[in-house]
């Protein structure tokens, strides 16, 4: 998710190593007060409004964003910010001019990635991505082909994916692959692929009208005040079980409350025992994966392991 604290993570990352390639998927709004701003979201997954004042005097006092090689801002009237962007040190930075819809954002960012990673150059994938929507069988999306703008084409027609990435400076493999990247420093980002595996059910189909109550819930967990357990209830048949999958989707996204990291307990017993029992086996099972995952010595039960420690605590507070 793009929230203010992602954001900041990047903009240090970018200070530190060079040959980042960032892409910002967001909502943006414009008034005549306070002109325009990026909507975030907050640890909650609600609105949260970066207004160009704010984020001009966020960039000075970040250093500048000269280590970002490609920036593309998926979210409507970009234009605006993609020369603030430019003016604080990024190379080349893509985006949109107007109001566009989310159906034809995924169409650009689909067949522009795509010609990159096939090794076209920057600016040809720019091109060919909009060639794209010119011939799309939707006519909305033909038209708004040309809402898509590139700022920076000084020396787009020799950059490869490659060379964005700083492969050409770090003398090894290909981006995407990051054998060089440092990863040391990625180590507080969640990667996309962690997200596809959770494990949890699909999302309910049609389900609607639930927005207010997922945020409501969200926002019991959060903050110094916040909960560490809630209990939905009410008669059968009203879609509890539909709420808590979605619920659980949504708060597990990468970025948000509880980034990917869901556990699915099935309870089919009513004595308070057999749940204590069940969930005791779901924390020990939970720890082993964590010890795994962590590396840590198979055998070792001392409460010096923190991972190892998590099943009888949540036992105890179940």
């Not at 819930?217 to 709420?243: D, E, M, N, Q």
């Not at 996204?253 to 556990?263: D, I, T, Y």
């Not at 699915?264 to 009513?270: M, N, T, Y």
């Not at 308070?272 to 029992?277: M, S």
């Amino acid at each position: 998710a793009a929230t203010a604290g992602s954001l900041t993570k990047l903009f240090a990352l970018a200070r530190s190593r060079r040959g980042l390639v960032l892409h910002l998927s967001a909502h943006a709004v414009k008034t005549e007060e306070r002109g325009l701003g990026l909507v975030l979201e907050d640890p909650s997954g609600g609105p949260h409004i970066l207004w160009r004042s704010r984020l001009e005097e966020f960039l000075i006092a970040s250093g500048g964003l000269r280590h970002i090689s490609l920036l593309v801002l998926s979210a409507c009237y970009s234009e605006e910010l993609a020369q603030v962007f430019i003016e604080h040190g990024c190379k080349h930075v893509l985006a949109t001019r107007e109001k566009v819809h989310d159906s034809t954002a995924r169409r650009f960012s689909t067949q522009f990635y795509y010609e990159m990673a096939t090794n076209n150059n920057l600016l040809g994938a720019w091109r060919s991505a909009m060639q794209a929507l010119l011939i799309d069988p939707d006519g909305t999306t033909a038209k708004e082909a040309e809402h898509f703008t590139f700022y920076g084409q000084h020396g787009a027609d020799g950059a490869s994916l490659d060379t964005l990435c700083g492969a050409d400076l770090m003398g090894a493999g290909r981006c995407h692959g990051l054998p060089w990247a440092g990863q040391h420093h990625l180590r507080h980002f969640v990667e996309g692929s962690s997200f596809l595996d959770l494990g949890l059910p699909s999302r309910p189909e049609n389900f609607h009208g639930r927005s207010p109550l997922l945020h409501s819930l969200a926002r019991t967990f959060y903050g110094p005040k916040g909960r560490r357990a809630v209990v939905i209830h009410g008669p059968r048949g009203i879609g509890k079980s539909a709420f808590g999958v979605e619920f659980a989707h949504f708060v597990t996204a990468p970025g948000r409350l509880f980034s990917c990291s869901p556990l699915l307990v099935r309870l089919g017993a009513a004595d308070p025992g057999e749940l204590v029992a069940a969930l005791e086996e779901e924390c020990d099972s939970l720890s082993a994966r964590l010890s795994a995952s962590l590396g840590l010595a198979a055998g070792r039960r001392g409460c010096e392991e923190p991972a190892l420690c998590l099943a009888p605590r949540l036992a105890a507070a179940a």
